[in-house]
């Protein structure tokens, strides 16, 4: 897990992003929406930093080590579980 927190105004922007579920000051969760778009456009070959920047996510704010392992993660998952990793019984 990322050590970096987030501020009060920080988490409040990440708030109001569709793609969030929720947000503290120390962790976010992504929709399972988001986890399934970001599998979809990362297996065409599009950057994480670049598909988290498309869905508004400033990744100076969210720390680009929180992107990286958040990526790594799906990625392991989309893997091993399909989309199901997700929230998806496709």
Do not use: H
Request: net charge positive; with cysteine.
């Amino acid at each position: 897990m990322s050590k970096k927190t987030f501020t009060d105004t920080e988490v409040k922007q990440l708030s109001k992003n569709p793609y969030v579920r929720s947000v503290s000051n120390k962790a976010i969760t992504y929709t399972d929406a988001f986890k399934q778009l970001f599998i979809t456009e990362n297996n065409k070959g599009k950057p994480l930093r670049e598909i988290f920047e498309e869905c508004g996510f400033d990744v100076t704010v969210i720390g680009i080590q929180r992107v990286q392992s958040s990526g790594k993660r799906w990625r392991a998952g989309y893997q091993e579980n399909g989309l199901r990793f997700a929230g998806y019984a496709k």
